[in-house]
């Protein structure tokens, strides 16, 4: 696994995780999931994504779109 399918992963499971915490228990968790959005939508603008950056440092290989 790269750090690319990684952090497809990783953002699918909070945006997942923080529609359930909504659900569940409060909605304030929309919040979690405008941060997420807005971090996605950034990091395609830029090419910078703060979770690929930590993925990398943590030893998983890099990939092509966040090498």
Same mark, same amino acid.
């Given at each position: 696994?790269n ?12 945006? /997942?995780?923080s529609?359930?915490l ?7 968790? /929309?919040l ?8 996605? /939508?950034?990091s395609?603008?830029t090419?910078i994504?703060?979770?690929a950056?930590?993925l ?5 290989k ?6």
């Open positions: 696994m750090v690319d399918v990684a952090v497809l992963r990783f953002a699918g499971f909070m945006v /997942l995780l529609v359930a909504t659900y569940f228990v409060s909605p304030y968790f /929309l979690l999931t405008t941060f997420i959005g807005l971090n996605m /939508l950034q395609s603008f090419g994504c703060p979770a950056s930590i990398k440092r943590l030893g998983v890099s990939g092509c779109a966040f090498g």
